[in-house]
């Protein structure tokens, strides 16, 4: 057992005390286990400020016939003897005097090391001025805390501190305050400050539908239990026939329109798919996609006003409706569907010619959407495989902000697997499809504007903000001249120009800068940007009956114009042709952008066609000769740019016939003459 270090006259105090107390306990009280050097010592001052021995507040410990729990961590009886009885004449609490405690605390003052103390009987005794309150003594300091802590039994005592305490606790905490005023006053708070208090953190439940409307439309939200086109094609199959979404804010535009209840005119340009070849050869067949998807608009948007238009023709490439798709279009459109992947070649100069497409159908006053729609051609896929030209109009796409979808997507793993079992269910031939397969172009095309009607329904509600809410505008005051050319009127009001000022409001195009076309064409730099001008589109074509070349144009010309007989299999096409070398034709034409093109006809060596020269104006040395006989597989059309850079305005092509004069020259065929 530890035992504390005392001296012999602590000792026998010790044993006196011991054998008072047997008389009152029933047994000795053991010895503590704890040495001394555990416990602080106690500093005594004689100080005036401290009150003397005496002042030492009374130590209270827990006699053994008790509880038997010491009340500051010692025995009872490890302080010696004690009276009985306390104050109030209870028994088992015992009272020190203070004049026994400072007896017991002489022999455990801190010493400051061998140095300064000896060793009398066996024990270390420390010198005169050695401990810590020698030290101090020298100093001339003392540590007075009894008086903070108010150990005298003053008038002034509150809490246990006398007036003095709490004036230093009350001085300290202002000192405190004040520093923080002045420091946090001087310190600007973070922008990126955000508190995180209890009461700020609430719960968000993101999964809880509640609070959304239902929308009006049964296959809402897609892919969903309503989603009658899912369940036929698969969630997935259709996700990747979207090639390419961007913003839809044209697409939004229209669906907004028809939501209002206003009717909806819109066009397609194509080539034998879309004209319907091998799916009732007729462009508005029931069998044919056209149809089966204004069959399901009208099931969505009824109105009897609702008008769809087909501009499509066989046998014809993106380059023709490039510069002539006005000639196949109402003046008034609010949807084009574009569907040229399996007719136009894999050649990068076609990727001019669908730009050129894309961007002349954007920049019409009326403002169309524009939906590159894509079918998937086995013959397509064996001339190329993966990469065929639809990746080319997928960058055009990406450019102008165009939604481009394919049947390629839902189709091409599963013509590769089974090619035999895909050809014969949805194809007529390598390069048409059948009934089933308009079914699944139509599919696509519907699953892609129900996901759009979708998704303007919940921004429309506020619910979402994926797609842009650009509103309604009627057409009936849209386009109509309004009193005093508009100048006037409210802000916003229909049937005013952007140069009426502040008074007249902003166009459309000013209104919704989603629908913008880029100032800038696919290929162009820098320093193209700086000099850029619009394209305007024009196409004088030897198939435009409505507006064709006047006769006085070929009179002794030696050119003739041809038009196919109804019904025609091999020259079905029209276009107008020379025999005779040296035969010159003059076409006026409207250049915006400056570039002029031929369009013509080319064939195979076998059946071999002429050559002619071609330029602007007077420029006869720029001349650009085109061959009618090339290396091509069947008698094709193709464009070839004579001139870049001409000046706008008004001028003319011309073209002649190569050749011995007087001679004879197999003909050669012109289909039309574009310029931009």
Not at 601 to 609: A, E, G, N, T, V
């Given at each position: 057992?530890?035992?504390?270090?005392?001296?012999?006259?602590?000792?026998?105090?010790?044993?006196?005390?011991?054998?008072?107390?047997?008389?009152?306990?029933?047994?000795?009280?053991?010895?503590?286990?704890?040495?001394?050097?555990?416990?602080?010592?106690?500093?005594?001052?004689?100080?005036?400020?401290?009150?003397?021995?005496?002042?030492?507040?009374?130590?209270?410990?827990?006699?053994?016939?008790?509880?038997?729990v010491p009340t500051n961590g010692a025995g009872g009886g490890y302080f010696g003897d004690a009276s009985p009885t306390n104050g109030n004449g209870g028994e088992g609490v015992k009272i020190a005097s203070?004049?026994?405690?400072?007896?017991?605390?002489?022999?455990?003052?801190?010493?400051?090391?061998?140095?300064?103390?000896?060793?009398?009987?066996?024990?270390?005794?420390?010198?005169?001025?050695?401990?810590?309150?020698?030290?101090?003594?020298?100093?001339?300091?003392?540590?007075?805390?009894?008086?903070?802590?108010?150990?005298?039994?003053?008038?002034?005592?509150?809490?246990g501190l006398s007036q003095r305490g709490w004036a230093v606790i009350t001085g300290l905490v202002g000192f405190l305050l004040l520093v923080?005023?002045?420091?946090?006053?001087?310190?600007?708070?973070?922008?990126?400050?955000?508190?995180?208090?209890?009461?700020?953190?609430?719960?968000?439940?993101?999964?809880?539908?509640?609070?959304?409307?239902?929308?009006?439309?049964?296959?809402?939200?897609?892919?969903?239990?309503?989603?009658?086109?899912?369940?036929?094609?698969?969630?997935l199959e259709l996700l990747k026939s979207r090639l390419h979404t961007g913003t839809s804010a044209r697409v939004q535009k229209v669906l907004q329109k028809a939501m209002s209840g206003a009717p909806v005119t819109m066009s397609i340009l194509g080539g034998?798919?879309?004209?319907?070849?091998g799916a009732g050869d007729d462009p508005v067949h029931e069998k044919?996609?056209?149809?089966?998807?204004?069959?399901?608009?009208?099931?969505?948007?009824?109105?009897p006003a609702n008008e769809l238009t087909n501009g499509a023709t066989t046998k014809t490439d993106s380059a023709y409706y490039a510069y002539c798709n006005s000639h196949h279009l109402p003046d008034k459109t609010d949807l084009v569907i574009l569907e040229f992947d399996a007719a136009d070649p894999n050649d990068p100069e076609w990727l001019q010619h669908f730009e050129l497409l894309v961007r002349s159908v954007l920049v019409r006053p009326d403002q169309p959407a524009v939906i590159i729609l894509g079918h998937f051609s086995p013959q397509v896929q064996a001339q190329n495989g993966f990469a065929g030209p639809e990746l080319l109009h997928n960058v055009v796409a990406q450019f102008y902000d165009v939604p481009h979808i394919s049947a390629k997507g839902v189709l091409y793993e599963q013509y590769l697997q089974t090619p035999d079992q895909a050809r014969s269910a949805f194809y007529h031939d390598p390069n048409h499809a059948n009934s089933n397969g308009h079914d699944l172009i139509a599919d696509v095309l519907i699953s892609y504007i129900m996901s759009q009607i979708c998704a303007g329904w919940s921004a429309i509600n506020g619910h979402s903000?994926?797609?842009?809410?650009?509103?309604?505008?009627?057409?009936?005051?849209?386009?109509?001249?309004?009193?005093?050319?508009?100048?006037?009127?409210?802000?916003?009001?229909?049937g005013q120009s952007p140069g009426d000022g502040s008074s007249a409001g902003s166009s459309l195009s000013d209104r919704y800068i989603g629908l913008k076309v880029p100032l800038m064409r696919l290929n162009d730099r820098p320093h193209d940007v700086e000099h850029f001008r619009e394209i305007e589109p024009f196409c004088v074509a030897a198939s435009d009956l409505i507006n064709p070349l006047p006769p006085s144009l070929f009179y002794g010309s030696g050119w003739h114009t041809y038009h196919p007989p109804k019904g025609a299999v091999h020259e079905d096409r029209h276009y107008w042709y020379a025999e005779q070398p040296t035969a010159r034709l003059r076409i006026p034409l409207k250049l915006g952008a400056g570039d002029v093109g031929i369009y013509f006809?080319?064939?195979?060596?076998?059946?071999?066609?002429g050559s002619v020269k071609c330029w602007v104006d007077d420029n006869v040395a720029g001349s650009k000769e085109l061959l009618g006989t090339a290396e091509v597989e069947d008698v094709i059309a193709t464009l070839v740019m004579i001139d870049r850079g001409v000046a706008r305005g008004s001028h003319f092509v011309e073209c002649q016939l190569q050749g011995e004069p007087g001679g004879i020259s197999p003909p050669f065929k012109i289909l039309g003459i574009f310029s931009t």
């Open positions: 057992m530890l035992r504390p270090r005392t001296t012999n006259n602590s000792t026998s105090s010790f044993n006196n005390n011991n054998n008072n107390n047997s008389s009152s306990s029933s047994r000795a009280l053991p010895e503590p286990d704890t040495p001394m050097s555990h416990y602080p010592s106690r500093i005594h001052s004689s100080s005036p400020l401290d009150g003397g021995e005496n002042s030492q507040p009374p130590i209270i410990g827990v006699d053994e016939t008790s509880s038997g203070g004049s026994e405690i400072n007896d017991r605390n002489t022999h455990r003052r801190m010493s400051s090391g061998n140095s300064a103390s000896g060793v009398v009987n066996g024990e270390k005794k420390s010198a005169p001025g050695a401990g810590l309150q020698g030290r101090r003594g020298k100093l001339g300091m003392s540590l007075n805390l009894g008086g903070l802590m108010g150990r005298g039994r003053g008038k002034g005592n509150r809490l923080k005023l002045l420091f946090s006053s001087s310190t600007p708070s973070s922008p990126h400050h955000h508190t995180t208090e209890a009461s700020n953190l609430i719960p968000r439940d993101y999964l809880n539908n509640s609070m959304v409307d239902p929308a009006p439309f049964e296959f809402c939200p897609v892919f969903g239990p309503g989603d009658a086109v899912a369940a036929r094609r698969g969630q034998s798919v879309s004209a319907c070849a044919c996609y056209p149809h089966k998807f204004f069959d399901w608009w009208n099931t969505v948007f009824p109105h903000f994926d797609v842009p809410n650009l509103g309604t505008e009627g057409d009936s005051t849209a386009g109509s001249p309004s009193l005093l050319g508009g100048v006037g009127l409210r802000k916003g009001m229909p006809m080319q064939s195979p060596p076998d059946k071999p066609l």
